[in-house]
């Protein structure tokens, strides 16, 4: 699956942003989709993720109160996954990555993951 982020920028604290992910190239119902980011000398964090259907979601725990992750799948093969942000911080500040895994399971850790989007710069200025 190919996977295209979108929706960064440079925010205030305490504002909302959307970031988007469209997925293509693969069956739907065939992967879940994570959000991940990551800043300079840190590892890739999860962030939020969303199965197939778009009935189940997780949530890291520091984020789950502000975040919001949906999923909109349009035909057979394209999804757009949207990750809404609000109340940002600049702890908040990162490139934002979307994920895709095969099969119908999802986890936390990047490496499970198998299919990576380039990320879009989210920048919280305070």
């Known amino acids: 699956v190919q996977l295209q982020a979108s929706g960064g920028g440079l925010v205030q604290a305490g504002d909302s942003r959307r970031l988007s992910c469209t997925a293509t190239?693969?069956?739907?119902?065939?992967?879940?989709v994570g959000w991940f980011r990551q800043t300079p000398g840190k590892e890739r964090e999860f962030v939020a993720a969303i199965d197939w259907s778009g009935r189940a979601t997780s949530y890291q725990h520091s984020i789950q109160d502000r975040f919001t992750i949906s999923r909109v799948n349009s035909g057979y093969t394209k999804s757009t996954v949207s990750l809404q942000m609000n109340s940002l911080k600049s702890d908040d500040s990162a490139i934002y990555y979307c994920?895709?895994?095969?099969?119908?399971?999802?986890?936390?850790?990047?490496?499970?993951?198998?299919?990576w989007g380039l990320g879009t710069q989210v920048t919280v200025s305070s």
């Open positions: 994920a895709a895994r095969y099969g119908n399971s999802w986890s936390h850790q990047a490496g499970d993951f198998d299919s």
């Open positions: 190239g693969r069956s739907v119902n065939d992967y879940a």
